[in-house]
């Protein structure tokens, strides 16, 4: 498990964290929801719970929407009314729904300590480095030729405000697993090559799906010099991918896979793209949570499926989605996104209730500069067609 630390971006967009107060400890679980339903009862349209598909089942059972990064997205830009956004994620998905905001909403993330270790593996200051050197090396970082740029960074939407405002002001774009096909084509189509932060994962199985071979990509490692490249490959390559990862997705292996072949012949992986490549090309299937929650629920009743994700959402597949089917994890252990499980329903029970007192617990405020750019990025992803 990760423990998560505030990195300074974060406290950049942050006020100061405040504790949960001890009269929400020790509360039994019926009290807990007999009182969280009677705060959202009497919040009523001012309030929109936003739930992701890894928050424990005691959260998710009071969102409005579920789904993964690209449709809660959607929905914090298209739910205007309310006067609340209470984001039960992470850290960068708030701040998406902050700069996304209509002017009157606020955005509350109910745990502020639930970040997510991927986004901290690219700082803004290692990345505008990474800009200038790769300038340094030769690739056309500032000029427009034949109305094409050198470069465009695409940032994967876990990464923080700050990163997405340089994408941004940089004519980038954000992807998300959903519609990073779709938008590595966008930006293809504007640029000679991209660079895709921060997981290299995401990246490279996409590209490889789209047919861009191995070895016109690079990996850009943001602790070494000219991110460890020298100006050949740099000049080589299609796409560059900076040096990050997922820890849950990436504890899952070949291995495992192997062995669930052989203990069920007729049975199915699917996998996400976070995972590593070997994976995803072992997997029979691989996409975003929102691919995988289809794909298990449309297939025949009675298959069976390994998956590798998130083990809340497994465990909701197999128990809700797909109780037809046979749905294990593809990890024997189970991969718990730690961070995402720090959004108890204790929190959300003290965040409801200060709101129906007129008290705001830790509001996300992305810096209005940040904002602007930040914006321009998601914006463009919102407008291309998945
Ligand atoms: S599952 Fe991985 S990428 Fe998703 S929030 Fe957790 S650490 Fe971040």
């Known amino acids: 498990m990760d423990i998560k630390l505030l990195t300074q971006v974060e406290k950049e967009s942050i006020g100061e964290r405040q504790p949960l107060p001890d009269k929400y400890l020790r509360l039994s679980d019926d009290e807990m929801d007999e009182r969280i339903a009677a705060a959202k009862k009497a919040l009523g ?225 699917i996998a996400h793209p976070e995972c590593t490549l070997d994976v995803v090309q072992a997997a029979d299937e691989s996409g975003s949570t929102e691919r995988i929650i289809n794909v298990v629920k449309n297939s025949p009743s009675g298959s069976t499926w390994a998956v590798a994700t998130e083990i809340h959402l497994v465990n909701r597949l197999m128990l809700e989605v797909a109780p037809d089917k046979t749905v294990v994890t593809l990890d024997p252990f189970g991969c718990l996104c730690s961070t995402m499980f720090r959004v108890s329903p204790n929190h959300l029970l003290w965040i409801l209730e200060g709101l129906v007192e007129g008290e705001i617990h830790n509001q996300i405020i992305v810096p209005d500069d940040h904002k602007r750019d930040a914006k321009l990025a998601l914006d463009r992803m919102l407008q291309v067609p998945v």
């Open 45 to 269: 349209d001012r309030v929109v719970i936003l739930g992701h598909h890894y928050q424990r089942d005691e959260v998710i059972k009071f969102a409005d929407f579920t789904g993964d990064s690209l449709k809660l997205s959607r929905a914090a830009a298209s739910k205007g009314t309310a006067e609340f956004i209470v984001f039960c994620g992470v850290h960068f998905m708030a701040e998406s729904a902050d700069i996304l905001r209509a002017p009157h909403q606020k955005v509350v993330l109910p745990d502020l300590a639930a970040g997510c270790s991927m986004a901290d593996m690219a700082a803004p200051d290692q990345l505008e480095i990474a800009w200038r050197e790769l300038g340094q090396m030769g690739v056309r970082t500032d000029a427009i030729e034949n109305g094409r740029a050198g470069l465009i960074p695409v940032t994967y939407i876990n990464s923080s405000a700050a990163i997405k405002a340089f994408v941004g002001a940089h004519g980038g774009i954000v992807c998300t697993s959903t519609n990073a096909a779709a938008v590595m084509e966008w930006a293809w189509e504007r640029g000679e090559k991209l660079l895709m932060l921060p997981d290299q994962h995401l990246g490279r199985n996409t590209a490889w799906k789209m047919g861009v071979p191995l070895d016109e990509m690079v990996v850009w490692d943001p602790n070494e010099m000219w991110g460890g490249l020298e100006p050949a490959q740099a000049a080589r390559a299609k796409l560059i991918l900076w040096k990050g990862h997922c820890s849950v997705h990436t504890r899952f292996t070949t291995q495992q896979i192997d062995a669930f072949r052989k203990k069920y012949p007729d049975g199915k992986v």
